[in-house]
């Protein structure tokens, strides 16, 4: 394996996030003490350190709004001093009018791939952070995703299974920007039922030719490392959307909450050991440098 891409992955300082600098905040993630403080490129470093990645890609973590430039300029500023990370994905308000006016102050900035804004929604108030669940059909949105094809920036896609099927109708209303469905699409009901929801959801985005997967978080919902629930939703994955079209993320430091680096890792190789040796070479790098982009 020539390249070994994590792509999502964080730093961040406390003081500029309003969920770890404020009152604690109920998080999907469970209690997060442990990370209730800076998480610096220095340290991130040490925890990959020996793992084999060989490039990643830092996902914006919800610095207040208005500061959208100021976290992507403080990313590329830690890039040209450290060299890590190789990739940005930025926040923008799709919401907005316009988004090319945010758009355009994104792109002074050399390492920016593309843009997150998390439109996921659950009934379950502890799992939400849209303001409503049908974001994804909005027109606006839409119209101003589908913007990101003139900048040549792809759009991480954050949704649960009940989105799916709009979804679906964002990345087809948007043929020419490449959508990365972030944590293997958020499995949270590991039911019967629940699988089955999110295997019907699965396969409707993996019918859409510009999304790709991104198997990452994968503890968000269980607040453990578990080999055999990576490698459930890693086959599963991969089944529907072949290795090419998806890519490894840490999602570190939330994962640090109950793993080392080196035991996530280990619990994905493990997972991935029936897989062809190309397939390999996709899910842990080829994927990723392709979507995002990367320099060899």
Same mark, same amino acid.
């Given at each position: ?98 988004? *090319?006016?945010?758009?355009?102050? #994104? =792109? /002074?900035?050399?390492? !920016? ?5 998390? +439109? ?78 999110? *295997?019907?959801?699965?396969?409707? #985005? =993996? /019918?859409?030719?510009? !999304? ?5 978080? +994968? ?78």
């Amino acid at each position: 394996m020539s390249e070994f891409v994590d792509a999502h992955h964080h730093i961040w300082r406390q003081a500029d996030l309003p969920w770890l600098s404020g009152p604690m905040q109920p998080r999907i993630f469970g209690p997060y003490e442990p990370i209730r403080r800076d998480y610096p490129i220095e340290e991130y470093l040490a925890d990959v350190a020996s793992s084999g990645v060989t490039r990643s890609v830092y996902v914006q973590t919800n610095w207040a709004n208005d500061r959208f430039q100021d976290e992507t300029a403080w990313v590329q500023q830690t890039a040209d001093e450290h060299g890590w990370p190789h990739a940005i994905v930025s926040f923008a308000d799709f919401s907005a009018d316009d988004v *090319r006016p945010q758009l355009d102050r #994104l =792109a /002074r900035y050399g390492l !920016v791939r593309g843009t997150r804004m998390q +439109l996921h929604w659950h009934e379950n108030p502890l799992y939400r952070f849209a303001a409503r669940p049908d974001l994804c059909v909005e027109p606006t949105i839409q119209r101003n995703v589908a913007q990101l094809a003139d900048y040549g920036w792809s759009f991480d896609l954050q949704v649960f299974a009940a989105q799916m099927t709009g979804a679906a109708e964002l990345a087809g209303a948007c043929p020419n920007v490449t959508f990365i469905l972030q944590h293997a699409g958020m499995l949270e009901d590991l039911s019967p039922q629940g699988r089955a929801a999110w *295997r019907e959801g699965m396969a409707k #985005l =993996a /019918r859409c030719p510009n !999304v790709v997967c991104k198997l990452s978080g +994968l503890g968000t919902f269980i607040h453990r490392n578990d080999a055999a629930h990576v490698a459930g939703i890693l086959n599963e994955t991969i089944l529907l959307f072949g290795a090419d079209r998806c890519m490894f993320g840490s999602n570190f430091p939330i994962e640090k909450l109950w793993t080392s680096y080196r035991e996530l890792v280990n619990a994905y190789r493990v997972a991935a050991a029936s897989l062809r040796s190309e397939q390999r070479d996709a899910l842990f790098g080829g994927t990723a440098m392709r979507v995002y982009r990367l320099t060899s």
